[in-house]
C-alpha cells in the first residue's frame, strides 16, 4: 500500500457533508488510479527481455504512453521505434501495449526480427472479436480515435470491414451497406459516456447494430472514471497525473470536468502543477491515468503538502485484483524453466 500522508480530523459534520472545515486546505485521492495489469505486464515485458536477451531491445512505438515509464525504460537499454523496418535484422522487439496489426507481425518476421507481443490482453480480445465479425461478414463500427496505435492495430485486423467513428457528431453521418449487419466494437481507453453516446446515436440509425460480446472499455478506464466523479463532485480542483498522449488521462480530465469540478488540469510531473492552479482552492482531487506508476503521483501529492494540502483522505470506488501472465515468448526462462508469472501485483494498487 503506498503511503498517504497523515490527515488532520475535520469536524463530524463536515465529515459527514464530504466537505472540508472553512479555510482547511485537503486532497482526494481516487482510488482506483495509476497502474493496471496491462500496463503492468507490458513493462515488465521489455524490463525482463532487456535482462534476457541485454540491450538494446527495441520497442515499436511507446510501449505505453507515459513519458517517465518510456524514458526509465530507455536508460536501461530500450530503443524505442516508430516501425519495423528501423530495427536491425535479428534483433529483438517488443511489440507495445497497444497492439499491433497482422501487416506489422508480417513486417517484423519478414526481417527474422524475434517478436515479443506485449499487447494487453484486453486489446487483444478486440482484434478477435473484429476477425470474427469480419469472417462473418459484417461491417464494423470501430469507436475511437482515428491515428490512434491501438485504432490502428484493431482497424488492421479487418482493414476492409471497418469504418473509424471519432465521436457522436460523426455517429450522425457514417454510411453503411447493410444495416441488419453491423456491429460496433471500441477503443478500450475511451470515455465510458461519450462512447454510449455515439453507440446511442448509431442505434437511432441503425435499429439492428450487434454489439459486442463484452464491454471493450477496459476494466482500469472505468474504474477509473467512476472513481474521479465521485471525487470532482466535491472538488475545487482536479489534478490528473499522465501524459499528453495517454488517451485515458486526457479521458481524466474531461469527466472530471464534466461531474463538478471546478477545474481540472493533467500534468506529467509534480513541477508542473503551478501556484495559481490553488489560490482560493479548498479541495484537490488527485488521480492518474491507467499508465502512470504511484511514484509520480506521490511526487504530486508531496508538493501538495508543502503547499498546506497535508489531509489526504483516498476515495475508492473500486477493488482491482486482475492479473496477467507475462507474454508466452518471456514465460520460459533460458535454463528451460517455465515462468508463470502473475503481473498485477507490482500495478501501483492503493
Not at 500522508?5 to 463536515?14: C, G, L, N, V
Not at 485515458?248 to 469527466?255: I, K, Q, T
Not at 526462462?333 to 500495478?347: C, F, K, M, T, V
Amino acid at each position: 500500500m503506498p503511503h498517504i500522508p497523515s490527515r488532520r480530523r475535520p469536524t463530524e459534520r463536515a465529515r459527514l457533508e464530504n466537505r472540508p472545515v472553512d479555510g482547511e486546505k485537503r486532497v482526494l485521492l481516487a482510488a482506483p488510479r495509476g497502474y493496471c495489469a496491462g500496463v503492468d505486464r507490458a513493462v515488465v515485458a521489455v524490463e525482463k527481455a532487456l535482462d534476457r536477451y541485454g540491450a538494446p531491445v527495441y520497442v515499436r512505438k511507446q510501449i505505453v504512453h507515459n513519458i517517465h515509464v518510456v524514458t526509465e525504460l530507455e536508460a536501461k537499454g530500450a530503443i524505442f521505434v516508430e516501425e519495423v523496418d528501423e530495427v536491425p535484422e535479428g534483433a529483438h522487439i517488443v511489440f507495445s501495449a497497444h497492439g499491433v496489426s497482422p501487416a506489422v507481425v508480417q513486417g517484423a518476421a519478414d526481417r527474422g526480427l524475434h517478436a515479443i507481443d506485449a499487447t494487453c490482453p484486453l486489446v487483444t480480445k478486440v482484434h478477435r472479436e473484429a476477425v470474427r465479425f469480419a469472417r462473418d461478414d459484417f461491417e464494423i463500427l470501430l469507436i475511437g480515435h482515428d491515428g490512434h496505435e491501438e485504432v490502428e492495430g484493431t482497424a488492421g485486423h479487418a482493414p476492409e470491414r471497418v469504418t473509424i467513428v471519432n465521436n457522436p457528431e460523426e455517429a450522425d453521418t457514417v454510411q453503411v451497406k447493410d444495416p441488419s449487419k453491423v456491429v460496433w466494437l471500441s477503443q478500450t481507453t475511451l470515455s465510458v459516456d461519450e462512447t454510449m453516446e455515439t453507440v446511442n446515436r448509431l442505434r437511432t440509425r441503425f435499429p439492428e447494430l450487434h454489439n459486442p460480446p463484452s464491454d471493450d472499455i477496459c476494466y482500469a478506464t472505468q474504474n477509473r472514471q467512476v472513481a474521479i466523479k465521485k471525487v470532482a463532485k466535491d472538488a475545487d480542483l482536479v489534478i490528473v497525473v499522465g501524459s499528453a498522449n495517454s488517451s485515458n488521462s486526457v479521458r481524466l480530465v474531461e469527466v472530471a470536468l464534466e461531474y463538478g469540478a471546478k477545474a481540472a488540469y493533467r500534468v506529467d510531473y509534480a513541477d508542473e502543477v503551478k501556484q495559481e492552479w490553488l489560490d482560493g482552492v479548498e479541495t484537490v482531487g488527485v488521480t492518474s491515468g491507467a499508465s502512470v506508476p504511484e511514484v509520480l503521483v506521490q511526487e504530486v501529492l508531496e508538493a501538495l503538502s508543502e503547499a498546506g494540502y497535508g489531509d489526504v483522505e483516498e476515495v475508492r470506488t473500486a477493488e482491482e485484483d486482475l492479473m496477467f501472465s507475462l507474454p508466452k515468448e518471456l514465460r520460459q526462462d533460458p535454463s528451460g524453466q517455465r515462468d508463470e508469472r502473475a503481473l498485477g501485483g507490482r500495478a501501483a494498487r492503493s
